[in-house]
T-cell receptor, first 114, second 115 residues
Framework: AQSVAQPEDQVNVAEGNPLTVKCTYS??????LFWYVQYPNRGLQFLLK??????LVKGSYGFEAEFNKSQTSFHLKKPSALVSDSALYFC????????????FGAGTRLTVKP | SAVISQKPSRDICQRGTSLTIQCQVD?????MFWYRQQPGQSLTLIAT?????????ESGFVIDKFPISRPNLTFSTLTVSNMSPEDSSIYLC????????????FGPGTRLTVL
């Protein structure tokens, strides 16, 4: 069975600095990997996904993530953080062999300070 | 992407009562799912709503507590039965779009508080 770990409950960065939100996964085969963002009192919004191909995936709002198969990681990054990026971020993995089963990490709360 | 609406957006209920949450999608979708997000927690899959047949429940969730209907390809309901304060959560509907099974979209959620 697949699983996802987000080792940091909270990440704090200053506006304008680069940010990284970490994610590692465990799955027996090749995974689909996702990042979602949840703003206060709102549902999850899709940011980006890795399916196949280029390991560097670009998504919404200037975010990108790098798939690293050897380290089984899919860290979310942004070169210059904005205060409006402050939200809860979820990493998710789906086993390609079972499209019904998407597993979410515990979430990382990102706070960007002015 | 699919546009998903949920009703109600929030509710406060008394212990022992039941609440039915509706999920409406603006297009026909292959897969519909129901998730629970307990306070400060991640998302947990409750069940997959199957059109025309019984839902498929994940370990720890049972039909008597969370009956689900899916009468067509655009609509589903989740009922939280005989509620207790432990059922206080956000309940999210999610869909997988036909031909794009690598991606899921989520509704805005229903925030349930049980007193």
């Amino acid at each position: 069975a697949q699983s996802v770990a987000q080792p940091e409950d909270q990440v704090n960065v200053a506006e304008g600095n680069p940010l990284t939100v970490k994610c590692t996964y465990s799955v027996s085969g090749n995974p689909y990997l996702f990042w979602y963002v949840q703003y206060p009192n709102r549902g999850l919004q899709f940011l980006l996904k890795y399916i196949t191909g280029d390991n560097l995936v670009k998504g919404s709002y200037g975010f990108e993530a790098e798939f690293n198969k050897s380290q089984t990681s899919f860290h979310l990054k942004k070169p210059s953080a904005l205060v409006s990026d402050s939200a809860l971020y979820f990493c998710a993995v789906r086993d390609r062999r079972n499209n019904n089963d998407m597993r979410f990490g515990a979430g990382t709360r990102l706070t960007v300070k002015p | 992407s699919a546009v998903i609406s949920q009703k109600p957006s929030r509710d406060i209920c008394q212990r022992g009562t039941s609440l039915t949450i509706q999920c409406q999608v603006d297009s026909q979708v292959t897969m519909m799912f129901w998730y629970r997000q307990q306070p400060g927690q991640s998302l947990t899959l409750i069940a997959t709503a199957n059109q025309g047949s019984e839902a498929t429940y994940e370990s720890g969730f049972v039909i008597d507590k969370f009956p689900i209907s899916r009468p067509n390809l655009t609509f589903s309901t989740l009922t939280v039965s005989n509620m207790s304060p432990e059922d206080s959560s956000i309940y999210l509907c999610s869909v997988g779009v036909s031909g794009r099974v690598d991606e899921q979209f989520f509704g805005p959620g229903t925030r349930l508080t049980v007193l």
